[in-house]
């Protein structure tokens, strides 16, 4: 007689284990931009780094930078239906509009040049992006004054990395629709 949870179970529960020491082991060799303004992989970074990768985007179907920023454990968003507002660590104020986060793409900065406010309703899709690097902490010693709560670096897809063309289409609830197609020749 076999019991449920035999030897077949206990193979199952190693092939899991070797598979999750895997991805934590390519997770901590992803290189990263942010932490210190040359790449670097996650290991050797020295501060709290958390990676977005294009594959979580695509498996939990973020559709905006909002979706994204929801997803990771220490941030919060708030909105006034006019502007969305960052939390980190349990802090936000009310009409601070993000200018104590610093947000980047591909290394550049993307905050606003007189109030520093970071524009999280960016028109970049998600699926366009290879990963999120988020620094938590003080990023302040390396950018400046804007980044007092983290770094956010949004690191874009190669165009060898999209191969062909690619099309998407959303509808949704009052009047929702958006369009996207890309083809590379």
Known sequence: MRWPGGHGAQRHAAQERESDVLALDS?????????????????????????VTHEKIEHFGYRTLNDVLQGVSGF???????????????FSRP??????????????????????????ELPIDPEYLERV?????PGSALYGTGAIFGVINLVTRSGASISGSQ??????????????AVQLA
């Open 167 to 180: 099309a998407a289409m959303l509808g949704g609830s009052y009047g929702q629709r958006s369009v996207s």
């Open 76 to 90: 919060y968003l708030s909105n006034d239906r006019n502007y969305s507002y960052l939390g980190a660590r349990r």
């Open 133 to 137: 690097e988020i620094v938590r902490g």
């Open 27 to 51: 997770l901590l060799n992803t290189p990263i931009d942010a932490s210190g303004k040359y790449q670097q992989t996650a290991r050797e970074a020295a501060s709290s780094v958390t990676i």
């Open 95 to 120: 009409t601070d509009y993000n200018n104590r986060i610093l947000l980047m793409i591909d290394g550049h900065q993307m905050n606003a040049g007189i109030w520093g406010s970071a524009p999280l």
